[in-house]
Nanobody
Framework: VQLVESGGGLVQPGGSLRLSCAASGFTFSSSDMSWYRQAPGRERELVAIISITGGSTHYAESVKGRFTISRANAKNTVYLQMNSLNPEDTAVYYC???????????WGLGTQVTVSS
């Protein structure tokens, strides 16, 4: 199993980024997927979830209306479009599988997002 996150970087407040997560080694199209993030000195938190078909999504209150999770099963890839970024969004972002309230796969290396002027 491998999860490879990409697309992070340094962005100014109010800016946007699109993260990608390329998955391999498991049946991606049969797995709900999720994005988590971990800020310095804080626990990893769940940001967004997407169902197998993409027809159902769920977001943490802190990102609702600003972030959009999507997936391309043909590419074994899950995305996170992040708009209206603020410094509180600074964190390492990770993708993972999701089942019954828990992550299901080994963690990847994540991608760093830094929001700063």
């Amino acid at each position: 199993v491998q999860l490879v996150e990409s697309g992070g970087g340094l962005v100014q407040p109010g800016g946007s980024l699109r993260l990608s997560c390329a998955a391999s080694g498991f049946t991606f199209s049969s797995s709900d997927m999720s994005w988590y993030r971990q800020a310095p000195g804080r626990e990893r938190e769940l940001v967004a979830i997407i169902s197998i078909t993409g027809g159902s999504t769920h977001y943490a209150e802190s990102v609702k209306g600003r972030f959009t999770i999507s997936r391309a099963n043909a590419k074994n890839t899950v995305y996170l479009q992040m708009n209206s970024l603020n410094p509180e969004d600074t964190a390492v972002y990770y993708c993972n599988g999701y089942l019954n309230g828990r992550f299901t796969l080994p963690w990847g290396l994540g991608t760093q997002v830094t929001v700063s002027s």
